[in-house]
């Protein structure tokens, strides 16, 4: 298991931008596949994007393509997903995790979250 800590929500405007970060430890964690989800108040969890162990892949769900980019620091074992021109409807909060793909990306491995608003 990997131990995973968020960081970098708040409170945006829309349009605005804004950078979480991601703290990986543990044995394995420089050899797995990692991503975000979030989830907005009612709705299930949803995939939003992930980034192979060795960086050189990356997904996004449709809804955030174009404006949000993942990213990784294997050396610190960080994570990031910078945000831009940010809506209401990215509202959630939002978790790093250690990503597996079968029909479809999911995990069993979560950070606790970090929660973004974007005010409009």
């Known amino acids: 298991q990997v131990t995973l800590v968020e960081s970098g929500g708040g409170l945006v405007q829309v349009g605005g931008s804004l950078r979480l970060s991601c703290a990986a430890s543990?044995?394995?964690?420089?050899?797995?596949?990692r991503g975000w989800f979030r989830q907005a108040p009612g709705k299930e969890r949803e995939f939003v994007a992930a980034?192979?162990?060795?960086?050189?892949?990356?997904y996004y769900a449709s809804s955030v393509e174009g404006r949000f980019t993942i990213s990784g620091d294997n050396a610190k074992n960080i994570l990031y997903l910078q945000m831009s021109s940010l809506q209401p409807e990215d509202t959630a909060v939002y978790y790093c995790?250690?990503?597996?793909?079968?029909?479809?990306?999911?995990?069993?491995?979560w950070g606790q979250g970090t929660r973004v608003t974007v005010s409009s």
């Open positions: 980034i192979s162990y060795s960086g050189g892949s990356t």
């Open positions: 995790a250690v990503v597996k793909y079968g029909s479809a990306w999911w995990s069993d491995n």
């Open positions: 543990g044995s394995t964690c420089s050899s797995v596949s």
